[in-house]
Each structure stands twice: as C-alpha cells, then as structure tokens.
C-alpha cells in the first residue's frame, strides 16, 4: 500500500519570503500523480498542483512550484511570496494509475502560517 | 449550485443514534468519493461510486457505515448505533469520471459535514 508522510506538521513565513513544504511518499508503481491540497479555515478542498510521474518537469502554478524527485520519492511544494492568504493546512496526496486509479491517499498535513 | 454541497454542514448527535450525511454532487460528475478526516489527519478514503454502482467500499470501517446513490447522482453516506470514534469530518468529492481526455479527472470536494458524537 501507498503511505504520504509529511514531516513538518506545522510551518511557518514572514510575508513575501519563500517557503518549502515537503512531502514524501513510498510506492512500488512507476506511474502515478502526486497533489498539493490547500484547506484554509473555510473548510475547502482547494487543488493547488498536480505532478504526473512519467513527466520529469517540474509542474508550476503561478506562485506555487514543485520539486519531485521520482528516485528519492520525493514531491516538495515550494511558495514563492508568500501572501496572507496563503495561510491553510496544506495536504500532499498520492494517486495510482493502476487498479486503485480512483483513490487518493493523503498525507497529515503542514499546517502553514504567514506572517504579516 | 457549482460545487459539490453537502448537508449538514454540522451534525451533533448522542451515541447509539443513527446518523444520514448527504452528498449532492457537481451534474454531470458521474463519480463520487466519501472521505473521512479526522482531526489532525488526513482525508480517509471511505467508499466510491460510479454511476450508481458502488465500485468499492473497502475504506468503510465497519459494517455500521454503509453508503448509496440509487439514481447516480445524490449520495448517502449512513452511520448506524454511532460511537464517539465516529467524530470526524465526512468530505464527498466528484469527479467527471476517473479519468479525462488527459489522463486525469479532478476531484471536486466538498466542504464536509463535521460529526460530533457526544
């Protein structure tokens, strides 16, 4: 089975500065997609990015960019100036292309605060 | 509405009751997730629909939850004799089908229903 362990449980940035949240996952697959969830207060689900494993670039949105090293099992969201409202419980996540293709498996969750 | 919505948004109910979560999800999205979150964790997957088939349930935890979607298109997610352990967030996503044209299909979540067992 797929595990997500996100080491950080909490995180914190000064506004406008750069910060790393990061993730690693454990699979036997070679193909798969890896996601950026963002929960804010509000309670929603918000996808902030989404790697395929077989692309060997790094996906890019805006501020928010990953850092995946498929050998080292390893997907690292990066935010680049950090705004007020980047502050969210922030869940990497695991999904298979195969059989379980439907099933996402999360991980704990950083939880992000940005400071003024 | 544009989004998947659930009710109740909050539900407290006493042990032993039991309990009906719904899930309305975005038209056209043809599958539909339950998760579970509990505090401090993860999303949980619970059980997963296509249409109106249940394709798999292998995340309900017992035999006290159990989950519907007769028509394919609203959902039920059923707590019976419910236990303090229960509490948790209940999420419901959809998705236009597991897979897009490119290989992906997003999940849309909802905002959950917050259980509290007292």
């Known amino acids: 089975a797929q595990t997500v362990t996100q080491s950080q449980p909490e995180m914190s940035v000064q506004e406008a500065e750069t910060v790393t949240l990061s993730c690693t996952y454990d699979?036997?697959?070679?193909?798969?997609?890896l996601f950026w969830y963002k929960q804010p207060p509000s309670r929603q689900m918000i996808l902030v990015i989404r790697q395929e494993a077989y692309k060997q670039q790094n996906a890019t949105e805006n501020r928010f960019s990953v850092n995946f090293q498929k050998a080292a099992k390893s997907f690292s969201l990066k935010i680049s100036d950090s705004q007020l409202g980047d502050a969210a419980m922030y869940f990497c996540a695991y999904r298979s292309s195969g059989g379980s293709n439907y099933k996402l498996t999360f991980g704990k969750g950083t939880l992000l605060t940005v400071n003024p | 509405g544009a989004g998947v919505s659930q009710s109740p948004r909050y539900k407290v109910t006493k042990r032993g009751q039991d309990v009906a979560l719904r899930c309305d999800p975005i038209?056209?999205?043809?599958?539909l997730y339950w998760y579970r979150q509990a505090l401090g964790q993860g999303p949980e997957f619970l059980t997963y629909?296509?249409?109106?088939?249940?394709?798999?349930k292998s995340g309900l935890p017992n035999d006290r939850f159990s989950a519907e979607r007769p028509e394919g298109s609203i959902s039920t997610l059923t707590i019976q004799r419910t236990e303090q352990r229960d509490s948790a967030m209940y999420r419901c996503a959809s998705s236009l089908g597991v897979r897009d044209s490119s290989g992906n299909s997003p999940l849309h979540f909802g905002n959950g229903t917050r259980l509290t067992v007292t």
């Open positions: 629909f296509n249409y109106e088939a249940q394709q798999d």
């Open positions: 699979t036997s697959e070679s193909d798969y997609y």
């Open positions: 038209s056209g999205h043809v599958s």
